[in-house]
């Protein structure tokens, strides 16, 4: 290093990028909208969904804070409609006179499942309703049955409730039961 010279060639470009940064930084702060997204979590829920008006962009719109009165009634129907087109499906396969028996046979005990978890679930959500859960949808997977239950948050005792209608229903493990509550 020769002597006399205070700053080498690295040191200012070092310099420089740090300014370059600094800069950046402060046109974020200015130019973005960091104070109206700290304000609307402060006031919403963490995690919160917000759909901004194409044509004003300060009219933000709350959406998933709060879930439709129907949403429940919608997620009912939803699956209703999925099992129809199952069975239809399973119907015409049986129907088919080139069908193999093995896939026939096959596609009775698949109808046969498919009736069994919807009397199950229509049994656990009239469970439900009778221990004052009024909205409340049961999903049955093949490993593991989902609780749907609108509430602003449950106690351990109305948890308890919740596992008792399932398994009195099903015979299913604990673990294996998830009880999800919407608003």
Avoid: H
């Amino acid at each position: 290093m020769k002597k006399g010279k205070v700053l080498g060639k690295q040191s200012i470009v070092m310099f420089l990028m740090v300014i370059a940064l600094c800069a950046a930084v402060w046109l974020n702060m200015k130019y973005s909208s960091v104070n109206t997204l700290v304000d609307n979590t402060a006031s919403g829920y963490l995690g919160e969904a917000l759909f901004v008006d194409s044509q004003n962009s300060d009219n933000a719109v709350q959406t998933a804070g709060k879930v439709s009165s129907d949403y429940l009634q919608s997620a009912k129907d939803e699956r209703q409609n999925n099992r129809k087109e199952q069975i239809e499906l399973l119907e015409d396969t049986i129907a088919d006179a080139k069908i193999s028996d093995d896939v026939k046979k096959s596609a009775v005990e698949r109808m046969a499942q498919i009736t069994k978890k919807s009397e199950q679930e229509n049994a656990i959500e009239t469970v439900l309703k009778a221990k004052g859960f009024e909205g409340a949808v049961a999903v049955i997977s093949d490993e593991n049955i989902s609780i749907i239950v609108r509430s602003d948050g449950l106690l351990s005792s109305q948890t308890m409730q919740i596992q008792d209608a399932v398994t009195a229903n099903c015979n299913v493990p604990l673990s294996n039961i998830k009880i999800i509550t919407v608003k």
